[in-house]
């Protein structure tokens, strides 16, 4: 990426490889999936001086090209996982397990380069062994959003066996991945999308039941399938265009992680709604590099399943950027290196 703007802006071409520092290792990657993250950061919504070029990639799956000086635990020929979240290692908040709170915290693809690259070098503490039962295509679908969901999820909405959780815009990968923790978790799931696909894909996915939100007074179809209650717990990323919808859809006393806004950073907020009806609303950014243990673990399992909807030549990164952002895929949008 040279400039900012459109997908058009993502040029293919050649560049030095990446050396390999002490602590380093540098990885061939095999996939790289696309994240709405990529989008902000192409358009300067996130990260505006960042410096130019860059390679955006936050999701990265590959095998282990070289080590640098120092490094243990793993050799050339390891098929890994990326951790996208890098941190300085040694503060208060990274040894307390905290590491996506460090003041130094860095995204693979936003504030360093990334992997839409052949190769990609990253701190040896940001590697996991890939699951054998996993391509590479679902592979690299896993660290971003299931880190992210499991966040929301687990961390702060501490989601309950029984509870009624609403997944807002379900073919995302975030949500994606939120429905079937919450599944984990022994949630009753209603997921909410604007195509009957990919509703019945929800469903197929685990959600129990499920809501068009691009019809009026979507919100009011979430209460009746709670008995007039509401969600006890919500994951939204949706945006301004849905948020006093979200907030009408929650329950007295009910917990809102919010994680992102697709549709516009400029919401109206019903305050009355938020101190009469008690409710708490969390940001959310990312998880601590731990939670991916648990994820891969479940994902070896067989508990986990990454979604991947496209796959496309890395050459096809713009096209793979159109895909995402007109909304045209359930799941993971993936490009193949």
């Known amino acids: 990426m040279e400039s900012r703007g459109e997908a058009q802006v993502l040029r293919y071409g050649e560049i030095a490889p990446p050396q390999v520092e002490a602590g380093q290792v540098r990885v061939a990657v095999k996939a790289v999936a696309l994240n709405h993250l990529d989008v902000w950061v192409r358009k300067g919504v996130a990260s505006p001086q960042l410096p130019l070029p860059h390679i955006l990639g936050c999701d990265i799956a590959g095998v282990v090209e070289a080590v640098g000086a120092g490094v243990q635990g793993c050799r050339p020929g390891d098929a890994v996982v990326l951790n996208p979240g890098v941190s300085c ?179 109206t907020t019903p305050l009355s709604h938020i101190f009469y009806r008690q409710l708490s609303i969390f940001g959310s950014t990312m998880a601590s590099k731990s939670r991916l243990f648990p994820i891969l673990k479940w994902v070896s399992q067989g508990k986990l399943e990454p979604i991947v909807g496209a796959t496309l030549p890395l050459v096809q990164a713009a096209e793979g950027h159109r895909l995402l952002e007109e909304r045209r895929v359930f799941g993971k949008v993936v490009l193949e290196v």
């Not at 990253?122 to 062994?129: G, I, R």
């Not at 896993?142 to 969901?149: E, G, S, V």
């Not at 209603?190 to 197929?204: F, G, H, P, V």
């Open 89 to 267: 290692g040694q503060c208060e908040r990274c040894l307390n397990g905290q590491d996506n709170l460090c003041p130094q915290y860095q995204i693979l693809g936003e504030h360093r380069w990334g992997g839409y690259a052949e190769l990609v070098t990253v701190p040896s503490a940001n590697l996991l062994p890939k699951p054998a039962n996993v391509g590479w295509a679902e592979a690299a679908s896993l660290p971003l959003t299931f880190l992210t969901a499991w966040q929301m999820v687990v961390d702060k909405l501490q989601v309950r066996p029984g509870e009624d959780v609403l997944v807002m815009a379900a073919g995302s990968g975030v949500s994606v991945a939120a429905i079937q923790i919450a599944k984990q978790y022994g949630a009753r799931v209603i997921a909410t999308a604007s195509s009957d696909e990919k509703l019945a894909k929800a469903r197929a996915l685990g959600a129990d039941e499920t809501v068009n939100y691009t019809r009026q007074d979507w919100f009011k179809e979430v209460r009746m399938l709670t008995g007039g209650k509401g969600a006890d717990a919500v994951v939204d990323h949706t945006g301004a265009q849905y948020w006093e919808g979200v907030i009408k859809a929650t329950a007295w006393g009910g917990r809102i992680s919010l994680v992102g806004a697709s549709s516009g950073y400029e919401a």
